[in-house]
């Protein structure tokens, strides 16, 4: 594995570079290397950070999945964009995305949906995400409730209508890599057009 980014070993389309730095992660089996930061601010530009995972990646955005009534939802209603970060700390390296954001497709959500486990998907009816709730007591009983409603057996747990993914469709990547001395290399895409524009910032 490469320990520098240069502008011969950099691939020209930030989705591959992007995948290229995946894959190794994700074959060092580093730790929860699919986690990322996501950014998020209110109409008024009050910022708003926390982790999510990433579920998928094309050329056509990053998915991740959620409840259409968290924060993050509320706050992508009014300004659907969105900053992702991915930190990997043991190849000293770190990925930045922005980007605008939509939801995905019903069809995509349910497919993703079914692949979950049981209890994963009846905890997405259990909770009504950054709700206020007043004892835990009430989501353990709702729990208990869903399962008698939704039997394992059955295999046959709803996708709730308040739950699916987002897509960040990329406009900007910054690829971070470590090295000695601090003199770490900062590759930065844009896309202007169909194109992505490639330049290398300080450290
Ligand atoms: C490692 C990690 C992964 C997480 N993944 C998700 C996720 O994929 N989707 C999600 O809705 N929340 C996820 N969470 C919980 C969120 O960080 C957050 O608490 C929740 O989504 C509510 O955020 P909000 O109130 O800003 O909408 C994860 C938390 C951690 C620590």
Same mark, same amino acid.
Request: proline residues 12%; without cysteine.
């Given at each position: 594995m490469e320990k520098t980014l240069t502008e011969t070993n950099l691939i020209s389309n930030p989705v591959e570079q992007f995948s290229r730095w995946y894959s190794e992660v994700k074959n060092l089996q580093? /730790?929860?290397?699919d986690a990322m930061t996501l950014a998020t601010a209110d109409a008024t530009g009050i910022p708003s950070a926390r982790m999510v995972l990433l579920k998928g990646f094309d050329d056509n955005g990053f998915v991740f999945y959620t409840n259409y009534k968290s924060i993050k939802a509320r706050e992508l209603e009014s300004n659907p964009r969105a900053c992702l970060v991915f930190y990997w700390k043991e190849v000293d390296r770190q990925v930045r995305i922005w980007g605008s954001v939509e939801k995905v497709s019903r069809n995509e959500s349910e497919e993703y949906f079914r692949t979950r486990p049981y209890d994963s998907q009846l905890g997405t009816w259990a909770s009504e995400q950054s709700s206020i709730l007043p004892d835990r007591s009430i989501l353990e009983k709702r729990f208990e409730e869903l399962k008698q409603r939704y039997? /394992?057996?059955?295999g046959n747990v709803p996708l709730p209508d308040f739950w699916g993914g987002y897509r960040v469709i990329p406009e900007a990547f910054e690829f971070w890599q470590g090295r000695p001395s601090r003199l770490h290399d900062r590759i930065k895409f844009t896309k202007k057009e169909n194109e992505w524009e490639i330049v290398r910032l300080a450290p």
């Open positions: 580093i /730790e929860m290397y039997p /394992e057996k059955s």
